[in-house]
């Protein structure tokens, strides 16, 4: 099927950058979009940035302005760029994508195993 690789994460102070990426591989016949989610202990997981295959992307209203993602469809691979990290980023970051694999008729969530974001001083 479809597996995803997170890299990236990490313990940086308020202000500071971190970049995640995520790279997609298995019997994938197409995909559609992939992004990130974010998650903290107690409260759903949040829709934090996106991007489509066409190159549209999306973002919660609290992290415009302050990440950028981007996508490499031959590579399968998506980052984020988490440029002014506030406390409130503190999360652990999912990587998805919405793909159909080989041999299925219907496209499906695929996740990441998660990477942690920790925004402190």
């Known amino acids: 099927q479809v597996q995803l690789v997170e890299s990236g994460g990490g313990l940086v102070q308020p202000g500071g950058s971190l970049g995640l990426s995520c790279a997609a591989s298995?019997?994938?016949?197409?995909?559609?979009?992939m992004g990130w989610y974010r998650q903290v202990p107690g409260k759903d997981r949040e829709l934090v940035a996106m991007?489509?295959?066409?190159?549209?992307?999306n973002y919660v209203d609290s992290v415009k302005g302050r990440f950028t993602i981007s996508g490499d469809n031959a590579k399968r691979t998506v980052y984020l760029q988490m440029n002014s990290l506030k406390p409130e980023d503190t999360a652990v970051y999912y990587c998805?994508?919405?793909?159909?694999?080989?041999?299925?008729?219907?496209?499906?969530?695929?996740w990441g195993q998660g990477t942690q974001v920790t925004v402190s001083s």
């Open positions: 298995g019997s994938i016949f197409s995909m559609n979009d």
């Open positions: 991007i489509t295959s066409g190159g549209n992307t």
């Open positions: 998805y994508c919405n793909a159909q694999a080989t041999g299925w008729t219907f496209q499906r969530t695929y």
